[in-house]
């Protein structure tokens, strides 16, 4: 079997809320393999966007640890932290977070800035994932005069920009439609599929279970399925 690209042990996770303190994470183990599909459901509160952060590098677990792609995240320097994530971590949001005053084509190249690439191949890395989320024709659009589901398809591309080891995916259908939202589990899987993504996305519905090849339930800070 493959090396886990996400290897979770022991992993705790507690927080302070004045005098109180809350455990939003308790002794999780799990792992996330190359080409998995993984969907994380849980009612609100469970955990699961906390896992998601863990898993990501954006906080650091109170116990226990996370290898990401061999690395140790604890042991990774501050100031390397923003290179992993810019390298090898896409993100999609329930919000988008698109820049309302540039075009599509300039927020999923905006990942790329400062780059190592030259104008000519972050062009034809901006087409590539334009067409992977058939995007094309919408290019120089603003975010404003795009429906629900082409902003989500946007930052799917802009996710997609650095081929990264896994694209994390956070409530990502929140505010879209059902019809826009099997559209857009129905790109995931096209990308997992022909492109060979690996995908980790948290819901609390139970609804898109039918669209991932793995599926981890959360209660109360632990797996419970």
Known sequence: MSVPVVLVEKVSKEYKRGKEIVVALKDINMEVRERDFL????????????????????DQPSTGRVIFDGMDTDKIDEKEFPKL????????????????????????????????????KIEEKAYEVLRAVDLIDRKDHKPNQL????????AIARALINSPRVIFADEP????????????FELLVKLNKEQNSTIVVVSHNETWKKYASRIVKMRDGKISG
């Open 147 to 154: 429906s629900g589901g082409e902003q989500q398809r946007a």
């Open 39 to 58: 969907l994380i459901v849980g009612p609100s509160g469970c955990g699961k966007t906390t896992l998601m952060n863990v898993m990501a590098g954006l």
């Open 85 to 120: 994530r810019r390298e090898k971590i896409g993100f999609v949001f329930q919000e988008f977070n698109l820049v309302k005053d540039m075009t599509v084509f300039e927020n999923i190249t905006c990942p790329l800035w400062p780059s190592k690439f030259k104008n000519k």
């Open 173 to 184: 259908t929140g505010n879209l439609d059902t019809q826009a939202g099997e559209e857009f």
